[in-house]
């Protein structure tokens, strides 16, 4: 059971445009520590894919996007490309846990 | 380029000791913490701790006190992680990753690289 809750899987079609939602609580995204976000294909390291609630890194597209109100955070993905097609976890810290915490991950599937 | 390269697949009996290493290159070994997550099959990720590359201080996830060890050899830039008293449930692919910004270290931090994670396989 992971501290941050997503949903198990998303899909969309080529163009279309996903958003992936990542649910804590009131001792880590709702304490304000950043989100962050990574994309992971099977066999791969993982990749960071927005810091800080809503920074890309050089090098990410700009179809890429992040959010975080309250206790949520959102990755949107717009222009879904097949290459988008892996595996996408949230990342913050927990102060109840003194760590860092993970979602469960959500599987992107492009139709 | 910053990279991280680890150590080859393992493959342990129970109750046995495994130690991973992860090689740093392209940037000052010293100034990023370097953090240890696990993905068991079919699971998500799951942070173990870090280590201080700089002083070899460490701080370990709850679950993992008692059996985990990271250390590192900054001659060699590498940062180990050995568990023991390995069970089944331990075999998982375990990654190493860089905590940035370069320079800090709080709840703030997120990883970047990553290294390409080695699978530990406990079975009797």
């Known amino acids: 059971q992971s501290v941050l809750t997503q949903p198990p899987s998303v899909s969309g079609a080529p163009g279309q445009r996903v958003t992936i939602s990542c649910t804590g609580s009131?001792?880590?995204?709702?304490?304000?520590?950043?989100v962050h976000w990574y994309q992971h294909l099977p066999g791969t390291a993982p990749k960071l894919l927005i810091y800080?609630?809503?920074n890309r890194p050089s090098g990410v597209p700009d179809r890429f996007s992040g959010s975080k109100s309250g206790t949520s955070a959102s990755l949107a993905i717009t222009g879904l490309q097949a290459e988008d097609e892996a595996d996408y976890y949230c990342?913050?810290?927990?102060?109840?846990?003194?760590?860092?915490?993970f979602g469960g991950g959500t599987k992107l599937s492009v139709l | 380029q910053v990279q991280l390269v680890q150590s080859g697949a393992e493959v342990k009996k129970p109750g046995a000791s495994v130690k991973l290493s992860c090689k740093a290159s392209?940037?000052?070994?010293?100034?990023?913490?370097m953090h240890w997550v696990r993905q068991a099959p079919g699971q998500g990720l799951e942070w173990m701790g870090w280590i201080n590359p700089n002083n070899g201080g460490t701080n370990y996830a709850q679950k993992f006190q008692g059996r985990v060890t990271m250390t590192r050899d900054t001659s060699i830039t590498t940062a180990y992680m050995e568990l023991s008293s390995l069970r089944s449930d331990d075999t998982a692919v375990y990654y190493c990753a860089r905590a940035s910004p370069a320079g800090t270290h709080g709840p703030y931090n997120w990883f970047d690289p990553w290294g390409q994670g080695t699978l530990v396989t406990v079975s009797s």
């Open positions: 990342q913050s810290y927990d102060s109840s846990l003194s760590g860092w915490v």
């Open positions: 009131s001792s880590n995204i709702g304490a304000h520590y950043d």
């Open positions: 392209g940037y000052t070994f010293t100034g990023n913490y």
């Open positions: 800080a609630n809503s």
